[in-house]
């Protein structure tokens, strides 16, 4: 890439089905600008299609090229996760068929990061409606798709073999977003 700005991070492809996986591995490889192959693990019953965990590198803006990628093909549930670096901020991408797309900036230890001018407008919108105070808050921090790729993300977990860095990342993205009722 020749001295340009470079970030990385993780894709999470939660379930995609068997048609779009070659579709998905030339979209990493473009982006990435390196030919990958993805070891594809069949889900579960009773769930349907494979799951993967993939490493990537890339210009900067990559992960949002490939979270945008990724949602244009409707039929995947999955998630991006740039790691913050000198040159750009950390990003999570989660992506349902049936919510669509939640995006967040994140801090160096994954967790979302909401700005003053956010938390104001929604104090200000809420009042003193404490129910409305929670589910405002619970929808800055993408609860809703949390609580949809959970049961997703829980199959990353275990004796799979992975590194430490997948695992630990794996674990954060699965339980560091969880909103506690107040």
Known sequence: FGGESMSKG?????????????HIEWTI?????????ISWQVLP?????????????GPVGSGAVLATSFMNLKQLSFEVIQQDSLDDSGYRWSYTPTLGMFSSTTDQAGNILVSENQLRFIVDSCGSN?????AELRKVLGQAFDDELESYRELFDGSEGHNSVVTAEAERVSYSQNVRPL
Do not use: D, M, N, Y
């Not at 993780?10 to 070659?22: G, K, R, T």
């Open 10 to 22: 993780l894709v999470f492809i939660h379930q995609a089905p068997s048609a779009l996986l070659a």
């Open 29 to 37: 490889s473009g982006v990435c600008g390196a030919p990958i192959t």
């Open 45 to 57: 019953a009773p769930k349907q299609g494979h799951r993967a965990l993939v490493l990537w590198e």
């Open 130 to 134: 404490g129910l409305k105070l929670q």
